[in-house]
């Protein structure tokens, strides 16, 4: 099986997100939400789709502002529901719904999202799975997994002799900073 960076650079669809957006590290409070949305939509399907439909998932979540999708009640479920540029699923339309609203109280119990996923971490891949199946709707390890990958708290993102592995590197993101004992 070939890695991410076998074939993502200067791919049209996977290129992009690659070099500049895969393992670097984030703490905007939408980019973390959208993440993380993507990644529950992409169960099933391929990263491929998911980036295609990227721009109208964007525009059908409001620009993942947090706030507005926690907000979001049956006309927007069904709107979303029949809004052909997105993935269309009721579990997942649903899911991002209560996942907004768990990511609005963090704000009280932690000051954030970026300070609930640094305030929990080191853990390895196994605990972080655990805790998001209790906290977040429709998270699996492959979710959660790639999730946190994406955002620089898991290793394996990409290879040490990609180019991107040294940028990564440069900005210290929490899974070289620290490892769980």
Same mark, same amino acid.
């Given at each position: 099986? @070939?890695?991410?960076?076998?074939?993502?650079?200067?791919?049209?669809?996977?290129?992009?997100?690659?070099?500049?957006?895969?393992?670097?590290?984030?703490?905007?409070?939408?980019?973390?939400?959208?993440?993380?949305?993507?990644?529950?939509?992409?169960?099933?399907?391929?990263?491929?789709?998911?980036?295609? *439909? #990227?721009?109208?998932?964007?525009?059908?979540?409001?620009?993942?502002?947090?706030? *507005?999708?926690?907000?979001?009640?049956? @006309?927007?479920?069904? #709107?979303?529901?029949?809004?052909?540029?997105?993935? #269309?699923?009721?579990?997942?339309?649903?899911?991002?719904?209560?996942?907004?609203?768990?990511?609005?109280?963090?704000?009280?119990?932690?000051?954030?999202?970026?300070?609930?996923?640094?305030?929990?971490?080191?853990?390895?891949?196994?605990? +972080?799975?655990?805790?998001?199946?209790?906290?977040? *709707?429709?998270?699996?390890?492959?979710?959660?997994?790639?999730?946190?990958?994406?955002?620089?708290?898991?290793?394996?993102?990409? #290879?040490? @002799?990609?180019?991107?592995?040294? *940028?990564?590197?440069?900005?210290?993101?929490? +899974?070289?900073?620290?490892?769980?004992?």
């Amino acid at each position: 099986m @070939s890695a991410y960076c076998d074939f993502a650079p200067g791919d049209p669809v996977h290129g992009s997100y690659h070099d500049t957006e895969y393992g670097f590290p984030t703490t905007d409070e939408a980019v973390l939400f959208e993440r993380l949305t993507l990644e529950v939509f992409q169960a099933g399907l391929s990263w491929a789709v998911i980036l295609k *439909k #990227r721009e109208n998932f964007r525009t059908a979540f409001d620009g993942f502002d947090v706030d *507005k999708v926690a907000a979001y009640g049956d @006309s927007e479920s069904t #709107r979303l529901l029949a809004d052909a540029g997105i993935v #269309r699923n009721k579990l997942k339309v649903a899911a991002t719904i209560d996942n907004a609203k768990v990511i609005q109280s963090f704000r009280a119990s932690h000051g954030g999202f970026a300070d609930w996923i640094a305030a929990n971490h080191p853990l390895v891949k196994e605990d +972080w799975v655990k805790l998001f199946k209790m906290t977040f *709707k429709f998270t699996g390890g492959e979710i959660t997994g790639e999730f946190l990958m994406s955002i620089g708290y898991l290793p394996g993102v990409h #290879r040490h @002799s990609c180019p991107i592995f040294d *940028k990564i590197a440069a900005l210290n993101p929490p +899974w070289m900073t620290s490892q769980p004992e």
